[in-house]
C-alpha cells in the first residue's frame, strides 16, 4: 500500500460481530458492531453504529447464523452480495453502493487477515490480528487502509466482518 495510510484498531470483545473499532483519517473514526446474546430470538441482527450513537447499518442473519439482508443507511441487499466469489478460492467480493467492485482477499500464510483490493489489483487496505495496547485498552485486529470515503469504508467493514465469521464458523 502507499499514499497516505490510516489505522483502525479493533478492541473490545475478539468476535467480528461484537467488537469497537476506533481510530482516525482524515478525522476520529469510531464504530461499534452490536449483536445481542442469542437468547430466544430466532434471528440475530448486527447492528454497526458510527459515534457510539448512531446506527449506519445493519446485518439481518437468518436462522441459524444464515445469512439474511443487509441494510446499508437506506439500501437494502442480501448479504450475501458483501460475500460474492472473488477472483480465486481465498477471495470474496463486494459492489460498493458506486458500483465499483472491491475483494477481500484471505493471506494463504496467514489465515485471519486479509487484504482489500480494488479492481484488479489495487491493494487498499489490510486487516492483520495483533496485539496492540491502545488508549481504550488492547486492541486484536488493526485495519490499514488507504481512502478516505465513510461509505466504503463502512461497506468494507461489514463485508470483512462477514468474511471473518464465515471463515470462523460457517454458514
Known amino acids: ?81 458483501l460475500v460474492l466469489p472473488g477472483t480465486s478460492n481465498n477471495a470474496r467480493s463486494f459492489i460498493a453502493s458506486d458500483g465499483k467492485r472491491f475483494e477481500w482477499r484471505q493471506r494463504l500464510d496467514e489465515p485471519s487477515s486479509y487484504d482489500l483490493f480494488a479492481a484488479p489489483n489495487i491493494q487498499i487496505g489490510a486487516f492483520r490480528r495483533c496485539s496492540h495496547a491502545t488508549v481504550v485498552g488492547p486492541s486484536h485486529g488493526l485495519l490499514q487502509y488507504t481512502f478516505s470515503q465513510d461509505l466504503l469504508l463502512v461497506e468494507a467493514l461489514l463485508s470483512l466482518c462477514l468474511n471473518r465469521w464465515i471463515d470462523l464458523y460457517g454458514v
Open 1 to 81: 500500500m502507499s499514499l497516505t495510510t490510516y489505522d483502525l484498531f479493533f478492541t473490545g470483545r475478539d468476535d467480528p460481530r461484537r467488537c469497537v473499532i476506533i481510530g482516525e483519517d482524515i478525522k476520529p473514526v469510531y464504530f461499534c458492531f452490536e449483536t445481542p446474546e442469542r437468547g430466544l430470538m430466532p434471528c440475530t441482527r448486527t447492528t454497526l453504529y458510527r459515534n457510539d450513537k448512531d446506527a449506519c447499518a445493519r446485518l439481518e442473519w437468518g436462522p441459524g447464523n444464515h445469512l439474511g439482508s443487509a441494510t446499508i443507511g437506506s439500501r437494502q441487499i442480501p448479504m450475501s452480495h
